[in-house]
T-cell receptor, first 115, second 112 residues
């Protein structure tokens, strides 16, 4: 089955520690995205990548870092510089070129809790 | 940045009733997407709209791309308990980058 996987589903970390969230897709999609979701809020874009070895900051990139060494993988690191890291993190992917690339498909999410 | 105003924020309905929700913006959009999110899960794409005036159905769901290109509507007919969840609109606005803008969601509760 093709899809997007995120692991782990739940993650607990102590304040001050960096943590890396995994996102893998086998849909052969070129573009991948990371979003943050807080209760009662819409999704806010952290980083996105349209091609291997290239990525751009989204609206709330501060305190986060990413890499795109392989087409199917787009890990997100939440660093100790992120002031409020507890949230639900969603990874998504989409095909290029347009217009189909606008349809983003989401993984199941990782809930990060910083203690 | 651009904003989408999604309403209502929440709805409480009886099973069998029809539901309507919408998203509006002051900006012109080229694409509208509607997603449903179950608790603790990722959003699932329901309907994609690409043309002004376009009306698209997916089972009991119908969505429309507003003629002004500044709004979109989602209707659910004959609601059932499994329709419970949060519905999000998302759009790609004219003159913007390839980044989607999301509404804050409509939380739907269906009473059996």
């Amino acid at each position: 089955d093709g899809g997007i996987t995120q692991s782990p589903k739940y993650l607990f970390r102590k304040e001050g520690q960096n943590v890396t969230l995994s996102c893998e897709q086998n849909l052969n999609h070129d573009a991948m995205y990371w979003y943050r979701q807080d209760p009662g809020q819409g999704l806010r874009l952290i980083y996105y990548s349209q091609i291997v070895n290239d990525f751009q900051k989204g609206d709330i990139a501060e305190g986060y870092s990413v890499s795109r060494e392989k087409k199917e993988s787009f890990p997100l690191t939440v660093t100790s510089a992120q002031k409020n890291p507890t949230a639900f993190y969603l990874c998504a992917s989409s095909i290029l070129p347009p217009p189909a690339y606008n349809e983003q498909f989401f993984g199941p999410g990782t809930r990060l809790t910083v203690l | 940045g651009q904003q989408l105003n999604q309403s209502p924020q929440s709805m409480f309905i009886q099973e069998g009733e029809d539901v309507s929700m919408n998203c509006t913006s002051s900006s012109i959009f080229n694409t509208w997407l509607w997603y449903k999110q179950d608790p603790g899960e990722g959003p699932v794409l329901l309907i994609a709209l690409y043309k002004a005036g376009e009306l698209t159905s997916n089972g009991r769901l119908t969505a429309q791309f507003g003629i002004t290109r500044k709004d979109s509507f989602l209707n659910i007919s004959a609601s059932i308990p499994s329709d419970v969840g949060i519905y999000f609109c998302a759009g790609l606005y004219k003159g913007g980058s390839e980044k989607l803008v999301f509404g804050k969601g409509t939380k739907l509760t269906v009473n059996p």
